[in-house]
């Protein structure tokens, strides 16, 4: 068989033929796993076998290095950057280094690309879109002189645009028992979210530009019931691991009223993917304990963050949005070096689906602060 011939009809011609680039990388992607395991059989007979001599897995790569070119230069973005990196670094594993070479050359230049881009529109921008584009190019060994140029506009944006900073903290107490009544077995403590965000305002036009770096720090929450007879039924919620996640957002301010649209996720963001797993046995005269039929329950769903979606990814309502808490919360002028402005407050907030089980948190609480640390609009950076 022609292996060429078969994947070009599968992937240009195939079940793929009218989707998006990005879903015949994956595919292809996929393809390459598959072929990868198949191997596994051939190098426990031949240790010597010669992964850089595999005629399939040079096809399927040279196929996934051409989708990954193709998305670049569809949407050179960063997410179109990470896709050429990633190739690369899969090429270089599996022996085929001429390929991953330039791959990881073509990164690069879309990295260098991308960031020259940003620098034609530079000023007043979001600090992470400057110095992850600086990180980047950093970690790469690309264009040093590029890198101390956005570092630069970073810190003149800091000292020549109008500049909010604050916090907010989400704290949800994970519950005793769950809407099953389980008892809480292990994973008591608290559910957090810790926002950092940075609003940058150019005082000319009054366009904003804002990011949210959120923390999420979940504990893994293990609920058990025993039955009279010892069978035991659980129920397990969450994820372990931090997760850091940044969301972008623009708007208006004009030294007075705020317009913030909605938030997004930057394109390197990953979601934080919680687990929610229900088992349910019961006791059988014949058998003893007993699955019932239909369990387990295995379901793992994206959490961005309480103030995107609420209890309801991914297009759930928040229970307070940030436009919400910057109209609503108390403001104040502090004194520290010089007068600030300050928005802060405090709100209870509850899960409304809390007898889905999906999360188990029942009752918290959000926390907001905000200082206006540089004031370029409404004193005209006087003070």
């Known amino acids: 068989m022609d292996y060429s011939n078969e994947l070009l009809s599968r992937s240009t011609y195939g079940p793929f033929a009218d989707a998006d680039l990005e879903l015949k990388y994956r595919w292809l992607c996929y393809q390459i796993k598959k072929r990868l395991r198949a191997l596994e059989e051939i190098l426990k007979n031949n240790p010597n076998y010669d992964l850089s001599n595999d ?26 950057k990470i896709r050429l990196g990633q190739t690369a670094g899969k090429a270089m594993r599996l022996g085929y280094l001429e390929l991953g070479y330039a791959l990881r050359a073509e990164s690069i230049a879309l990295a260098e690309t991308i960031a020259k881009e940003l620098l034609k529109d530079a000023k007043c921008r979001r600090a992470r879109e400057l110095l992850h584009a600086a990180e980047q190019i950093g970690m790469m060994g690309g264009d040093s002189d590029l890198i101390e140029k956005l570092k630069a506009q970073r810190k003149k944006n800091n000292e020549e645009c109008d500049v909010w900073k604050g ?48 923390k999420l720090a979940f504990t893994k929450a293990l609920y058990e019931r025993t039955s009279s007879e010892g069978c035991v039924s659980t129920n397990r919620n969450g994820n372990q691991t931090p997760h850091v996640l940044p969301l972008y957002f623009s708007g208006y301010y004009d030294g007075h009223t705020f317009a913030l649209d909605d ?95 999906t999360y188990p948190v029942k009752d918290g609480r959000v926390t907001w602060f905000f200082m206006h640390i540089q004031d370029y609009i409404s004193h005209q950076g006087s003070n």
């Open 167 to 214: 916090d907010i903290v989400f704290s949800f107490s994970v519950s005793s028992q769950d809407p099953a009544e389980y008892d809480l077995d292990s994973g008591d403590g608290d559910w957090k979210e810790k926002h950092a965000i940075y609003m940058v305002t150019n005082a000319e036009t009054f366009e904003l530009s804002g990011e949210d770096i959120v």
């Open 263 to 357: 938030m997004e996720l930057a394109e390197d963001a990953k979601p934080l993917m919680l687990d929610y797993y229900h088992d349910i046995w019961v006791y059988d005269h014949d058998r003893g304990c007993i699955r019932v039929q239909g369990f387990p329950s295995d379901l793992t769903f994206p959490h961005n963050t309480w103030l995107m979606h609420g209890f309801a990814p991914p297009d759930g309502s928040p229970p307070i949005t940030l436009q919400e808490m910057l109209d609503e919360g108390n403001k104040r002028d502090t004194i520290i070096d010089k007068r600030y402005n300050i928005i802060s407050g405090t709100q209870k907030v509850s899960n409304p689906i809390w007898d889905a089980g």
């Open 55 to 80: 005629a399939i897995l040079k096809d399927l790569l040279d196929e996934l290095a051409k989708e990954a070119r193709a998305l670049a230069k569809a949407h050179p973005n960063e997410k179109s």
